[in-house]
């Protein structure tokens, strides 16, 4: 993966959880950056670390089908990508991220709950990079710190973008994500 897609491909993993950022920064009274840095970080370290539980259990599975790695690869990005599209027109009750928002500094506990709700498809994105020549280190780095900026910035536009940004947000990544698909196929096919 070139650094474009490994870019996009972070920026993509980041807006499920920008997403939730947003309805926190929503139900929080006028947050504060201390508090909107701490559940980017927060978040941003579960999210770098499931690609690489992902990766792992890829690199497992990756000699028994080598031949059709990139379309394994394009597979689970297409899947995740339509999911996050349909979610995104489809929003559920109320999760349990979003009930366990207070008015104040947030729990620990409740926000890392949130952040590996986030991010499962992190740890799909880990499976599939397994089958390619893509650098998993560099991968969940940029995949944690872009998460860790949209949670971020997601913290503190809550009370202004409501969840309207957070449906929108949570769109493109899945269109991002069939997009970084596709490229893998065509670097793949192409060379």
Request: aromatic fraction near 8%.
């Amino acid at each position: 993966m070139n650094f474009a897609s490994t870019l996009l491909l972070a920026l993509a993993m980041s807006t499920d959880a920008f997403a939730v950022a947003v309805g926190k920064g929503a139900a929080l009274h006028k947050p504060r950056l201390t508090e909107a840095m701490r559940v980017g970080l927060i978040f941003g370290v579960v999210e770098a670390i499931t690609p690489l539980i992902g990766w792992l259990l890829g690199r497992a599975a990756a000699p028994y089908i080598e031949r059709w790695d990139h379309w394994v690869a394009f597979a689970l990005l297409l899947a995740l990508g339509m999911h996050m599209i349909w979610r995104s027109f489809h929003p559920a009750v109320p999760s349990t991220s979003e009930a366990c928002v207070r008015r104040g500094r947030q729990s620990f506990w409740a926000l890392a709950l949130a952040g590996l709700a986030t991010s499962i498809d992190a740890m799909a994105v880990g499976v599939s990079l397994a089958f390619i020549d893509a650098s998993i280190v560099s991968t969940s780095v940029m995949i944690g710190l872009a998460t860790m900026t949209m949670v971020t910035l997601g913290v503190m536009l809550g009370r202004v973008l409501k969840r309207l940004a957070g449906h929108w947000a949570e769109c493109a990544g899945g269109v991002i994500l069939i997009l970084v698909g596709l490229s893998i196929v065509y670097e793949h096919v192409a060379h």
